[in-house]
């Protein structure tokens, strides 16, 4: 069990963040993991397919990632700077860590190799960690990049963007959807119960009890006591079942959890409108109203409801005027969702 404690500075500083690295990260466990493929089979078999059909040299990032380790080196997924930042954006930041910090998230990579249970008490200062030995590294890449983390990092940075052309590229659109309107709702949350409502349905590992939030982790244990640093909220695409925390100094706190949502990500099923709504609203304003059981965006809506982003928009704005919808700007884009009233009417147009 994790327990991470607040202060009043802390819960102030809380935030909610979508983390392109992330995804990248949580996505190669995933690969590297077909047990917790639900999901994810079609995009896995897709994707594995790609990877060897374009011989694509992935070595360095796939050794850092391990899926039966306790901890991922934190310098592959630095805090992003926006809400909803780029890959490019976070791969700046990438290149800007510094060689020490590079050495000493290996060395605890290195401890958490000899140490299958980690202890926050343990690994939670990594100067007092002792140097990794060559043969304690999972690769020759992972040992070079320990030797010249400059030019290791501007390696791995090529091979982060050669897996996302193939394997989130052709996907984020829908990926980057999900994971906003995660945001909208926490934000939601957040605004109608406070923390307790932010962490509450977070996921079935977090509680929230007494001013402290307690992730159930089964390899890692300890308190993280947040002295003003707040803690980054990040939801992914690709952690299902699995909720991952960082804690370790100097990087900022974060839990990335499975975003709402996920268990439908490549459903292509279009749900058809009550004939009661319908008859009311029109097809096509039903059907809009229908497809917005998740926050989505115009283009979004266009594409599975089969009209043009500006016929979307017009019915959008019909829709909200009767107060059916909602509009909220997440980063760039504005994201629709229904109001309570369109529950209800969907609710009794379908003879509920």
């Given at each position: ?19 392109p ?29 790609r ?7 992935l ?15 934190d ?27 590079v ?33 304690e ?20 940075a ?15 659109g829908?990926?980057r ?5 995660d ?7 957040l ?31 300890g ?9 980054l909220?990040?939801?992914s695409a ?22 709402r ?11 058809r ?13 039903a ?20 009209l043009?982003?500006?016929g ?16 909220h700007?997440?980063?760039r ?10 529950e ?9």
């Open positions: 069990m994790l327990t991470i404690t607040f202060t009043v500075e802390d819960l102030a500083r809380t935030r909610l963040a979508v983390s690295l992330w995804e990248v990260v949580a996505s190669v466990r995933l690969l590297k993991t077909p047990r917790a493929q639900h999901f994810h089979r079609r995009w896995a078999r897709e994707t594995a397919a990877i060897a059909r374009e011989r694509l040299e070595g360095l990032l796939f050794d850092l990632v391990d899926p039966a380790s306790w901890y991922t080196p310098f592959l997924t630095p805090s992003p700077a926006a809400p909803i930042p780029d890959l490019a954006a976070d791969l700046g930041t990438l290149s800007r860590v510094a060689a020490e910090q050495r000493a998230d290996l060395d605890v990579l290195a401890y958490a190799r000899r140490h299958p249970v980690g202890s926050l008490a343990d690994a939670a200062v990594p100067r007092r960690l002792q140097r990794a030995r060559a043969a590294l999972p690769s020759d890449d992972v040992r070079s990049l320990y030797a010249e983390p400059e030019a290791g990092i501007e390696r791995l090529e091979q982060v963007q050669a897996y996302w052309d193939v394997a989130i590229a052709p996907y984020w829908r990926i959807a999900l994971l906003e309107g945001l909208l709702y926490r934000a939601r949350r605004g109608q119960g406070g923390p307790a409502g932010l962490f509450e349905d977070l996921d079935q590992a977090v509680r929230w009890k007494q001013g402290a939030l307690r992730i159930r982790h089964r390899r890692f244990h308190v993280r006591e947040l002295a003003g640093e707040g803690l909220l990040t939801p690709f952690v299902w079942p699995s909720v991952y925390s960082s804690t370790i100094p100097p990087w900022q706190p974060s839990l990335t959890y499975p975003a949502g996920v268990a439908a990500i490549w459903d292509e099923s279009v749900r409108a009550p004939a009661g709504v319908v008859g009311v609203l029109g097809r096509s304003r059907e809009v109203l229908v497809q917005l059981d998740v926050p989505r965006s115009t283009t979004e809506l266009a594409g599975r409801v089969g043009t982003a500006g979307v928009s017009q019915h959008l704005g019909a829709l909200r005027a009767a107060g059916l919808v909602t509009g700007r997440v980063g884009l504005v994201l629709y969702a229904r109001t309570s009233v369109a209800a009417l969907l609710v009794a147009g379908d003879g509920g």
